[in-house]
């Protein structure tokens, strides 16, 4: 079982457990309300935990549903944290507490923020999408620990409710150094926002920005959250004003996550929904023609809404699919694309392990560049030449034709120069000596 | 026929079992995952398995690794895997040992075509997709030069796995016509004696496809 699948059901363990904690307190403090403040705190966390459980069922090994799951479980610590600090403060003794863990565990709030930050941060994939994100996600995890760390021993008394308890680490001028690990953390947050939109904005093709769209939208949540309650506490002295932001971002995101997913299950479905058409219309047939018979109505209605379900998703994916051939990776595909040409094509490749943005877009120039030597050159052989170079990886196709060929409107090289472009790339078709005609694309490849 | 589905669309799966019991099998088990659908076939000793080659709980290869499974569990159980897509690797290995068969979702519409492909898998002959066969002849087309065009037909229609009257009602023939060109291609590419055994004719076939798509390649 991967690592992530496993890591969501231990969630799910500790989840129980926070649960059982918090009716112990709740049951101290002897307040009819509590049960009705549990009730409605264990519903609100449901929301997290199904859009973690169907992205873990969805893709078991990434750490994207992990997170949305962790959101829930942080639900869940938050009020067993506040109902046991409560609990103490009323009577300090009933229950069995450790000052060490106390002091350890001042900033149990930033668990409000650590789940989703991860969740922008390694959608979709379940990897940091660039080297920037994945030093985000130590600044995060490590800021969350210094910041802990320093204030376990920082001066002063610990946070209302529990002013009265010790400090078993005393107190040292060190602990103020919690300070800059606080604002590391907010750093790290605003970080993780900013990483989801240069994930959206460098999205090579409408399928995958559609992808991102919510997501996109979703992220601000993140620091708008932090805003609201500094906003609140410089205001109201309390973070209640926060809440707002709180709730939105435990249904947004989680949201836009399952849409996200959603909408590629979807995609998937395409072809499944028109077989499964096919054999539900072949079944009909054979019965009829062994001498049965069948209710025509419900059959053609059921068949004309599963069409008109197909032909939808088969519009949203009509622009800029990214071919299922890439799934083993842009070589096998440039060689299985010289494999279905009609021209004998040469194809050199090393261009190693490559972003899919990169690899869908350098696979578009290969296959179009082949596709005119073919159509429009009369060419005899063509050579197909992908290597990875410092400035980006060179997809070349060189070929002996009539050459004349020109990046002008309306044309599918038009198309593929927007598409390079809108990488950061440079695309180039330039006749070469004594005949054919060569296109250069230059395709940067981040870090 | 005792036949076992494991398919993660569910859609899929409820219409591959209907018609599959509407054209005389037995379904007895169809399960959504790779474990449960090696418990199913480890339970029942179906005539077939057949399987989508991704599947979760990995959703890569799943299917392919539980066909490998089964072929050292229960040798004499036939496998169909069924994919969305030419998948760019096939392995001839699996192929090698008879039972198996590899074919596109889609082909499952041509009910007859289809059919006869699980009964050739279940009696340990071979069913392999016309488009991967297709694939495979492009590539080795320089190496297929002697070969008239009927005799590359009749080639790619033996690679896929038909019996030699099976090629001669596809391509409207007598079977004795068919025999002579079957001899003839196997002499043109030097593949000796292979007449037999229809699955080991698959197999000699396919190791000269493979072998000259390479060749052609590099």
């Known amino acids: ?213 919510w997501m996109f939208l979703t992220c601000l949540t993140v620091p708008a959250t932090i805003l609201l309650c500094w906003a609140g506490y410089l205001l109201t002295g309390t973070p209640v004003v926060a809440l707002g932001g709180l709730i939105a971002m435990n249904v947004a995101i989680p949201a836009a996550t399952l849409v996200a997913m ?36 419900p059959l053609v209605d059921d068949a004309v809404e599963e069409l008109a379900l197909a032909v939808r998703e088969l519009r949203e994916i009509a622009h800029g699919l990214r071919p299922s051939c890439l799934d083993d990776g842009l070589g096998p595909a440039l060689e299985s694309l010289s494999r279905s040409s009609a021209l004998p094509v040469h194809v050199s490749y090393s261009g190693g392990d490559l972003p899919d943005h990169v690899s869908v877009t350098a696979y578009y120039v290969a296959s179009e560049g082949v596709t005119n030597a073919v159509k429009h050159s009369g060419a005899r052989r063509v050579a197909l030449d992908v290597r990875r170079t410092d400035d980006g990886l060179h997809v070349a196709v060189h070929d002996d034709g009539a050459g004349g060929a020109r990046i002008a409107g309306g044309t599918g090289l038009a198309m593929l120069h927007d598409r390079v472009r809108a990488l950061g790339g440079r695309l180039s078709v330039t006749d070469r000596q004594p005949a054919g005609t060569s296109l250069v694309a230059v395709i940067p490849c981040g870090s | 026929m005792r036949i076992v589905i494991g398919e993660d669309s569910a859609l899929f799966r409820a219409g591959l079992r209907s018609l599959l019991t509407e054209v005389g099998h037995d379904v007895v088990a169809d399960t959504p995952d790779a474990p449960s659908t090696l418990a199913a076939v480890l339970e029942h000793r179906p005539d077939l398995a057949v399987l989508d080659i991704r599947m979760p709980p990995d959703h890569a290869d799943d299917g392919a690794r539980l066909a490998a499974r089964i072929r050292t569990e229960l040798p004499d159980t036939g496998v169909l895997l069924l994919s969305q897509h030419v998948e760019s690797r096939l392995s001839v290995d699996l192929v090698a040992a008879g039972h198996f068969g590899y074919l596109l979702k889609d082909r499952v519409l041509d009910v007859r075509d289809f059919t006869a492909a699980l009964e050739r898998v279940a009696t340990g002959g071979s069913a392999l997709d016309p488009e991967v066969v297709a694939r495979l002849m492009v590539g080795g087309s320089t190496a297929l030069t002697p070969l008239t065009t009927r005799e590359r037909e009749v080639l790619a229609l033996m690679a896929e796995g038909l019996t030699n009257s099976g090629i001669a009602a596809r391509l409207v023939l007598t079977d004795r016509t068919v025999e002579t060109h079957v001899s003839r291609i196997l002499h043109k590419l030097g593949l000796g004696e292979t007449t037999t055994n229809e699955h080991r004719r698959v197999l000699a076939v396919l190791r000269y496809l493979e072998s000259h798509r390479n060749l052609a390649n590099n």
């Open chain 1, 262 to 297: 959603l909408r590629h299950e979807l995609h998937d479905g395409a072809q499944q929904r028109l077989v499964s058409l096919g054999m539900r219309l072949r079944v009909a047939q054979h019965q009829v023609a062994s001498g049965g018979s069948v209710a025509l109505d």
């Open chain 1, 1 to 213: 079982m991967p690592w992530a699948r496993r890591t969501t059901f231990l969630l799910w363990g500790v989840s129980v457990a926070l649960l059982a904690l918090t009716v112990v307190a709740v049951r101290d403090l002897a307040e009819p309300a509590g049960t009705w403040i549990v009730g409605g705190t264990v519903l609100a966390s449901l929301v997290p935990f199904a859009a973690g459980w169907l992205a873990t069922r969805h893709d078991p090994a990434n750490w994207v549903g992990t997170w949305l799951t962790a959101a829930g479980t942080n639900i869940l610590l938050q009020m067993a944290h506040g109902n046991w600090a409560d609990a103490l403060a009323a009577a300090p003794s009933d229950l069995p507490a450790s000052a060490v863990l106390l002091n350890l565990t001042q900033g149990v709030w930033m668990g409000w923020f650590v789940p989703f930050a991860m969740v922008l941060l390694l959608f979709p994939d379940g990897r940091p999408a660039d080297r920037r994100a994945r030093r985000t996600v130590f600044a995060l995890l490590g800021s969350v620990v210094a910041f802990n760390l320093l204030l376990a021993v920082a001066p002063g008394p610990l946070m209302p409710p529990l002013q009265d308890w010790p400090r078993p680490f005393g107190e040292h001028w060190v602990g103020y150094g919690s300070i800059p690990a606080l604002l590391v953390f907010y750093g790290s947050l605003v970080m993780a926002a900013l990483a989801t939109r240069r994930r959206y904005r460098a999205a090579s093709d409408e399928v995958a920005r559609a992808r991102l769209r």
